[in-house]
């Protein structure tokens, strides 16, 4: 068999694309092509700069320069070198994506593998006002995601259902504030500014979390290229006590926060005292990345994850951590799946995914080789936050269910647009209201009052909702 020319693969990728490929749009589609291949050239050679230069005007505007080269190296970083790129589909279309302007278009797919790992390559390419053809869009999807990959969130999109964006994406419960805070700034890198809060004068916050005779004291915790940040609550006087869990337990939820440089991170916790889960106590590889686990003062699990092409380093005063998501372990994840993407309104696809199992996974996990898992990630809307929501085969509920006062709970912020319908839709799938009298509370944020409550997941993780 000859060599198919490159008209004759357009042509190809048309039928593929499902439509004939009429004479004009054939040669529309072959020149886009060509410009989509010159301008991955670009992300090929780490030339994000050039990449945002040789888009259109409207990618131009929609997101700046040095955020587009941060957003991009951090992806293309985390993902791994690309090989095998492969045409899909070359396909013109006068009848533009609602998303976008009017125009010409030709989308553009290519089957290519990063890290190893094959994945589908989509781009926009748009016809200016000057008859070039430009990149006015790009995706990556993976075929089947690593549960500790780095992928950069998706940009933010518009909410769909109950829940409308994030707050502080991850609220550790500890017992001792001060060695809480040392570990997540003076170890992992977060900046905190300011003193602590005590809600010992707000006794509507107390109500909040359904503990109206605690001492309750928090600090904030935030890296600048992440939304939201950590928020630390010290709980006393309410009886808590460790919620001690495995890795593998429902309830557990672990912090993922890729860092610039791992080794002098571990380091630092090290010296802090900070226990080390990975098996043998040191960062496993897998793929393009090496990651490790270790414990908070108050047994929180923490991943951090680093590429092993190390990125230049970020700009900043306290610029170690790069990214940030958050994996909550259930006990059913087709169960979690309705809670949290049919009856919240998270964004995902697909079905609940087959079982699968990967050594150095297990490895970084602290975990026996024989575990099994399986897992999906969802999206906040409007923040970008991922959720990863994983499943361990065989695991069981710790016996007694956590309680928020416990040092080693976890919450996370999710904003609602109508908290009394997403709290009735996860008491419908079992959790449990916990605020002071059953219901949602106002209280004043700046100028407004804002309803909130928190509400227990079927799994030990507390969602703090507001209104």
């Known amino acids: 068999m000859g060599i198919l020319s490159k008209s004759a693969m357009i042509a190809m990728a048309l039928l593929l694309a499902g439509c004939g490929p009429k004479p004009d749009e054939l040669q529309k589609a072959q020149l886009a092509e060509e410009r989509a291949r010159q301008w991955l050239a670009f992300m090929d050679a780490d030339d994000y700069g050039g990449s945002w230069e040789a888009a ?23 993902l791994g070198d690309s090989a095998g790129r492969s045409l899909v589909a070359a396909k013109y279309t006068a009848t533009y994506p609602k998303t976008r302007a009017p125009g010409e278009y030709v989308l553009v797919q290519y089957r290519t ?5 094959p994945g589908l390559e989509t781009l926009w390419m748009r016809l200016t006002s ?4 430009k990149t006015d869009g790009y995706l990556i999807r993976l075929d089947r995601p690593h549960p500790l990959l780095p992928i950069n969130p998706p940009q933010p999109t518009a909410p769909t259902g109950l829940v409308v964006g994030s707050g502080n994406f991850y609220s550790p419960i500890v017992a001792d504030l001060d060695k809480a805070v040392a570990f997540y700034r003076d170890g992992l890198g977060f900046d905190v500014q300011g003193e602590p809060t005590s809600a010992d004068a707000d006794p509507q916050r107390k109500a909040m979390f359904g503990l109206p005779d605690a001492r309750l004291r ?8 992440v939304l939201g940040g950590v928020e630390i609550v010290e709980i006393s006087g309410a009886g808590g006590r460790p919620a001690e869990r495995s890795i593998d337990d429902p309830g557990t939820a672990m912090l ?4 610039w440089d791992l080794d002098a991170t571990l380091a630092r916790l090290k010296e802090l005292g900070a226990p080390v889960v990975s098996r043998g106590g040191v960062p496993v590889t897998v793929g393009p990345l090496r990651f490790v686990v270790v414990k908070d003062p108050a047994g929180h699990f923490v991943e951090m994850l680093q590429t092993l092409r190390k990125p230049p380093a970020p700009a900043g005063s306290n610029p170690n951590i790069t990214s940030a998501r958050v994996r909550h372990t259930v006990r059913d994840l087709e169960r979690s799946i309705a809670l949290y993407r049919n009856a919240l309104g998270l964004q995902g696809s697909g079905g609940v995914p087959g079982w699968e199992s990967n050594d150095g996974v297990l490895d970084a996990l602290g975990l026996a080789r024989t575990r099994q898992y399986r897992f999906v990630q969802l999206t906040v809307p409007a923040s970008g936050l991922t959720l990863e929501i994983i499943e361990f085969k065989d695991a069981r509920r710790p016996a007694e269910p956590a309680r928020i006062a416990d ?3 976890t919450g996370i912020h999710l904003r609602v647009a109508d908290i009394d319908a997403a709290v009735a839709a996860v008491t419908k799938a079992g959790g ?4 002071t ?16 409550a928190i509400v227990r997941d079927p799994d030990d993780l507390f969602l703090v909702l507001t209104q």
Do not use: C, H, Y
């Open 407 to 409: 040092p080693g709970s």
């Open 218 to 225: 928090e600090q904030f915790a935030r890296a600048a290229p």
């Open 130 to 133: 000057d008859l070039q053809w």
């Open 113 to 117: 593998r990063f890290g190893g790992r």
């Open 432 to 435: 449990e209201l916990i605020s």
């Open 256 to 259: 993922t926060v890729t860092v």
């Open 56 to 78: 259109t005007p409207a990618f131009q505007l929609s997101v700046a320069k040095d955020e587009w080269q941060a957003r991009a190296r951090n992806t293309r970083l985390g």
């Open 437 to 452: 009298g059953g219901r949602p509370l106002e209280m004043p944020v700046g100028n407004e009052q804002v309803k909130v």
